[in-house]
């Protein structure tokens, strides 16, 4: 039964025109504060963290000081660091207008597939829109692979127009469930229903907020990439599959093979744009956005999630937090993935909750939602799709959930092998044709993982090894792999010592999981239904950590996906501590804590590049910085900007060591920049070794190579002690007789000179090669040797013109 009301306390002030003065803790609850231990405790905890959190460097402190200097972070925005940026909003017009069509055109299929398979009415019309993006750019991507697997398919642009035209068509099914009177949920409980008759901000007002902070990721997420894996292979893939016709397997790019779900939008993306050199950069960056949009889709299923719980403003203080991480602003913000990944987890598990009703089709809709993260990247595998099978087994069997029986029943077989052939329904349609695709063009359904087993087109013993040695579980010193330590460090490297940590994070996080478990203990889930979700979200967040500490390399970027789950129950955690130790110290804590993260993230270049109304073309161009006194971070490499602006559009270009090709030209249906993974092939060691100098020469002119660009820096950082090593064939030994035997000439050096491996010849961090045609050849040995016999003479020689280079009679405008 409900404890009665308490009558209020009557005081002197509660009578007609009294005046009397509040008492102490009248004045304390006025204020917002709590008298008690807990209340002290929980107070001087949380204060004591954000102390040492923000003294921990000194870079914090000074960027919690930006506060009072705004000028100087508004202006990075701009560029003012940068006298020769230029500011412009317009040429983002493109972008923005792609990326909404294939969200619009996605929005159709989506809403179909989400209204199809979840009970009516259990879904409000914010939930059901965030899940259908989800779900329907899932769906348009793997239309896209499904068609990209047709060979010349992707030089045919009315593939990709029947695709965006289905999905426009199918848009009147999003229409009605937006216009559609709205039903009440049925009534089993403040899980489902939000009581938004309590919440102190209005809806609204939340979106606003919501809407405020997802602008960076939006400004952010249409700027050129500065991360090496994202120009290396995220948006390399699909620019390639583009210039070969098909989505077919790269044996030179062992990343581009593995799935990449969310990346293929860059394919569409260039479609819709048409042709030419522009049309690739910036469908690459449209995917980029669309990429970075995946954050603040996540912070919006948060805040549906929260709007569920008795506690109004968890799910508001959870997007809040969320968005303000600056681990979530930097996977976003560079291209990478993760962030994707994080919104499929969460979509995953919040549409398994409703299946706990008895819907049978949520299950088969998680399955989706588990095949889509699938479809993103491999660790989808280990953090989201096996944590869901054994859950539904345990909770199908009635080992665990509102449904668990002390006694066990034969016929809970049957259930339990119908609810994973639902699962696995669901999973194969959401993901399935990526590993389809491996197995039939590499022999591996997880190309290049498990190797030794399953082998793999081009794997050899060397490179699984060194592979396998790059991402094992890490060692000690003492040969360790599982010790405490090592949790604790790979742990507060990820919540507290990392540039990218959050003062947020870690005190919301425990404060939220001791409050439910400590109401779990007084109530049990049956009972108190808003329980289970944040249970169940203890539970996975839990296995995922366990699962990277013992499983993976460790990569601090692969708990990324987990932090929805994370700043869910960090909004628990405030409602916590606003309610135990006042609404003062919760709010100013998180406060604080956001105001730090937010200039962090919005006026620094600690996340990614803050300058997001500079124009394009000269984010794009990157110009050298010659300003010693004022020194600036630049995106290309000496090598990259000299292609750009010296290589003709028709010119190839062979890289060995440097492997960032996105940003080098590229023609629109061939192939100009080869190059190499440090795990594949030296494609100049396939192209040279045991040949002569005019087979050499031929195997460069047979595929239009003009330059061979070398990346001395790359490959000294490849062959250091414990990195990845490259391949054990080449060696700089390779490039000097090529040079001795006239294929090559040296066209520039770029950088001072350092010693190499041999330490006999120094060499520059980059070096671009000239390959000379048998013309050029002779002339050169002519010339050799005219001067080698005026030297003998003791007669100087006459200077030979040399002939023309096409970097000087080339040279690209823009």
């Not at 449209?286 to 569920?308: E, H, Q």
């Not at 699984?464 to 579980?473: I, N, P, S």
């Not at 009972?527 to 990569?555: E, M």
């Not at 054990?728 to 040296?746: C, G, N, W």
Request: one cysteine or more; hydrophobic letters at 45%; glycine letters at 8%.
């Amino acid at each position: 039964m409900p404890k009665p009301r308490q009558p209020k306390r009557r005081t002197l002030s509660d009578q007609p025109g009294a005046t009397a003065p509040l008492d102490g803790e009248d004045l304390i609850q006025r204020i917002g504060l709590r008298w008690s231990a807990l209340a002290a405790a929980i107070a001087t905890a949380l204060f004591f963290w954000l102390w040492q959190f923000l003294d921990y460097s000194l870079v914090r402190s000074e960027v919690l000081m930006l506060v009072f200097s705004p000028e100087i972070w508004i202006g990075e925005w701009f560029g003012s660091n940068d006298p020769s940026a230029t500011v412009s909003l317009l040429d983002r017009g493109p972008i923005l207008l792609t990326a909404l069509l294939i969200v619009v055109a996605s929005l159709g299929p989506g809403s179909l597939l989400v209204t199809l398979l979840t009970k009516k009415g259990s879904l409000d019309k914010l939930e059901h829109i965030t899940l259908s993006i989800g779900a329907g750019l899932n769906l348009a991507s793997l239309y896209v692979l499904a068609v990209g697997l047709i060979p010349g398919s992707l030089h045919q642009p009315w593939w990709i127009w029947l695709g965006v035209l289905f999905g426009l068509l199918t848009l009147p099914a999003m229409i009605y469930q937006l216009i559609r009177p709205g039903e009440a949920p049925p009534a089993t409980g403040e899980d489902d229903q939000p009581p938004a008759a309590k919440a102190a901000w209005s809806e609204r007002s939340a979106g606003w907020i919501i809407g405020l902070l997802s602008l960076p990721y939006l400004f952010g997420g249409m700027l050129p990439p500065w991360d090496f894996d994202v120009r290396e292979y995220h948006l390399q893939a699909p620019k390639e599959w583009l210039q070969r016709g098909q989505i077919d397997f790269l044996p030179h790019n062992i990343y581009a093979n593995m799935p990449l779900g969310a990346e293929v939008q860059a394919i569409t993306a260039t479609t819709i744009l048409g042709g030419g050199d522009g049309a690739w950069w910036l469908g690459g960056l449209t995917a980029k956005t669309l990429m970075s949009l995946f954050a603040p889709l996540t912070a919006v299923l948060l805040w549906c999630i929260g709007r569920r719980s008795q506690l109004p403003k968890v799910g508001l203080v959870a997007a809040v937090c969320y968005l303000s991480l600056p681990w979530v602003a930097h996977v976003s913000l560079s291209g990478l993935n993760d962030a994707a990944l994080g919104y499929y987890l969460l979509a995953t598990w919040w549409v398994w909750h409703k299946s706990e009703t008895g819907d049978w089709r949520a299950l088969i809709l998680s399955g989706f939602f588990a095949g889509a993260a699938s479809a993103i990247k491999y660790p989808a595998l280990i953090f989201v799709v096996l944590p869901l099978f054994v859950e539904t087994l345990m909770r199908k069997l009635g080992l665990r959930g509102t449904n668990r029986t002390s006694t066990f029943r034969l016929n809970r077989f049957g259930h339990a092998a119908m609810g994973l052939l639902l699962l696995l329904i669901g999973l194969f349609a959401g993901g399935s044709l990526w590993y389809v695709k491996n197995k039939v063009q590499t022999g591996n359904p997880f190309y290049p993982l498990l190797a030794k087993s399953l082998g793999g087109e081009t794997r050899t013993p060397e490179k699984d090894a060194r592979w396998v040695k790059a991402h094992a579980v890490p060692q000690d010193e003492q040969g360790r792999r599982f010790t405490l330590a090592q949790l604790y460090g790979g742990l507060s490297q990820f919540m507290f010592r990392g540039a990218n940590a959050s003062p947020l994070l870690l005190p919301l996080l425990l404060l939220g999981c001791w409050s439910i478990v400590r109401q779990w203990l007084w109530h049990a889930p049956e009972q108190g239904p808003s329980l289970r979700f944040p249970l169940l979200a203890i539970g996975v967040f839990s296995f995922a950590l366990a699962a990277w500490f013992l499983v993976t390399h460790r990569l601090e970027r692969f708990l990324v996906p987990t932090l929805p789950l994370a700043a869910l129950l960090a909004g628990y955690g405030y409602a916590y501590a606003k309610e135990q130790a006042g609404p003062l110290i919760a709010r100013s804590f998180l406060f604080v804590g956001l105001v730090y993260s937010l200039i962090f993230t919005l006026g620094t270049w600690g996340v990614a590049d803050p300058r997001w109304f500079v124009a394009l073309q000269h984010l794009r161009s990157d110009p050298l910085h010659t300003d010693e006194r004022n020194p600036q971070p630049q995106r290309l490499s000496p090598a990259e900007r000299w292609i750009n602006d010296y290589v003709a559009i028709d010119e190839g270009v062979l890289l060995v060591g440097g492997a960032r090709v996105w940003d080098l030209p590229g023609q629109p249906q061939r192939t100009n920049i080869f190059y190499n993974t440090c795990f594949d092939d030296c494609l100049f060691t396939n192209w040279t070794a045991d040949k002569q100098p005019e087979e050499q020469r031929a195997a460069f002119e047979e595929r239009g190579v003009r330059y061979v660009s070398v990346d001395w820096s790359e490959l000294r950082r490849y062959l250091s002690p414990g990195n990845y090593g490259y391949d054990p064939r080449f060696s700089a030994k390779q490039i000097d007789k090529l040079v001795a035997d006239r294929v090559l000439k040296e066209e520039v050096r770029l950088g001072p000179d350092t010693q190499w491996k041999d330490k006999k010849r120094p060499r520059p961090p980059q070096q671009i090669y000239r390959v000379l045609t048998s013309a050029e050849a002779t002339a050169a040995a002519a010339a050799a040797r005219a001067g080698q016999k005026a030297a003998t003479k003791n007669i100087k020689p006459t200077p030979t013109a040399a002939p023309p280079t096409s970097a000087n009679q080339s040279k690209k405008s823009g």
